[in-house]
């Protein structure tokens, strides 16, 4: 797994590190689907590295980002780097979003990664992490990628006291990249 692909496979493994209210949450360890969904992929994996640039030349990318969304017994939703609130969208295709690569994979499982969307062919930066099967989403929101390690941080951002969805004290991507 040196090399940054998960045992057995050619497919990328990626990370983040989180912190709750600023206090260490765990790591959560994640493989991409690149072998189904090569797109989708790349862009999540470049996110999580930080090299893509802005149109200042800087790296953008999920580091110092918050998980915007959590719903209890469904899913966490994170990736806008952009405004923090789920309204900004980016990709790394020079782009605000991309088409749906395809729906081959279902949401079948807890800890799948799925790109968000605000309907067909939208996907940019925001994902969701699926806590439950999710059977409703399927066709509709592209699954890419499932947690290999860290589950039980997963649950911990689930679980976390939310208003209206959105979390009470700031669950921050802290550091992410490619293992």
């Known amino acids: 797994m040196a090399d940054g692909t998960a045992p057995g496979s050619a497919n990328p493994v990626v990370f983040f590190d989180l912190t709750l209210g600023g206090e260490p949450?765990?790591?959560i360890k994640?493989?991409?689907?690149?072998?189904?969904?090569?797109?989708?992929a790349e862009n999540f994996r470049q996110f999580c590295t930080g090299e893509t640039k802005n149109a200042q030349g800087r790296p953008q990318g999920y580091k110092a980002s918050k998980f915007h969304r959590v719903i209890k017994d469904f899913m966490?939703?994170?990736g806008d780097f952009l405004h923090g609130d789920g309204t900004g969208s980016a990709s790394i295709y020079g782009t605000r979003s991309f088409a749906d690569e395809n729906f081959n994979l279902k949401h079948d499982s807890p800890?799948?990664?799925?790109?968000?969307n605000s309907g067909p062919n939208t996907n940019g930066c925001q994902f969701f992490i699926t806590t439950v099967p999710t059977p409703f989403?399927?066709?509709?929101?592209?699954?890419?990628?499932?947690?290999?390690?860290?589950?039980d941080v997963?649950?911990?951002?689930?679980?976390a006291?939310?208003?209206r969805e959105k979390p009470n004290q700031d669950i921050s991507i802290v550091q992410c990249g490619e293992m």
């Open 25 to 27: 949450l765990g790591r």
């Open 137 to 151: 989403l399927n066709n509709k929101h592209v699954v890419f990628g499932k947690v290999v390690d860290g589950m």
């Open 76 to 78: 966490v939703q994170g």
């Open 154 to 159: 997963v649950r911990k951002v689930e679980n």
């Open 111 to 116: 800890g799948l990664l799925s790109m968000a």
């Open 30 to 40: 994640m493989e991409l689907f690149a072998d189904v969904t090569p797109k989708t």
């Open 161 to 163: 006291r939310t208003t």
